[in-house]
């Protein structure tokens, strides 16, 4: 796999009730765990996510695909794949795709954040997320 060029990317962590977040700076230097947004409306969340990708000055997407143990999809992944799109396209930002089996198991031992509900666990997969994209790619795609 290529890396991907580096730049500041928020990665999420899509859930049914929390989105976890993390982002990095524009050289793919650090990583950052960033406060998880409770969803709401499509609308409320598009508006909190224009903030933090103003502010963060964000020039792309890495949404979580969360793939079967045997890299298939899911109800879920195509939930996922369905709201990172919409956002992508709102937020004007190129998008990629990454597996995210098993990144919250990951988080929780790596970060020892067994049955959070604050959305730190959420945020951690998120960062567990980019830096595996960090490494591996794909690149960001601006064609949705």
Same mark, same amino acid.
């Given at each position: 796999?290529?890396?991907? +060029? ?8 899509? %859930?049914? +009730? ?9 050289? %793919?230097?650090?990583?950052?765990? /960033? ?9 409320? $969340?598009? !508006?909190?996510?224009? =903030?933090?990708? *103003? ?7 890495? &949404? ?10 899911? =109800?879920?992944?195509?939930?996922? =794949? !369905?709201? %990172?799109?919409? /956002?992508? +396209?709102?937020?004007?930002?190129? /998008?990629? *795709?990454?597996?995210?089996? &098993?990144?919250? /198991?990951?988080? =929780?031992?790596? *970060?020892?954040?067994?049955?959070? +509900? ?20 794909? $690149? ?5």
């Amino acid at each position: 796999m290529i890396q991907p +060029k580096p730049c500041s990317v928020l990665s999420l962590d899509i %859930g049914d +009730k929390r989105i976890g977040i993390a982002g990095c700076d524009p050289l %793919g230097i650090s990583i950052t765990h /960033l406060p998880a947004i409770f969803r709401d409306s499509f609308e409320k $969340d598009l !508006k909190e996510f224009e =903030k933090i990708c *103003f502010d963060r000055r964000v020039e792309g997407l890495i &949404c979580g695909n969360p793939l079967d143990m045997n890299g298939m999809e899911t =109800k879920q992944s195509i939930r996922c =794949k !369905k709201y %990172g799109i919409k /956002l992508a +396209k709102c937020l004007k930002l190129p /998008l990629a *795709f990454i597996n995210e089996h &098993c990144s919250t /198991l990951e988080a =929780k031992e790596k *970060f020892s954040l067994k049955n959070d +509900k604050t959305g730190r666990l959420d945020s951690a997969a998120a960062a567990i997320l980019l830096q595996q994209w960090l490494i591996e790619g794909p $690149d960001l795609d601006d064609s949705n």
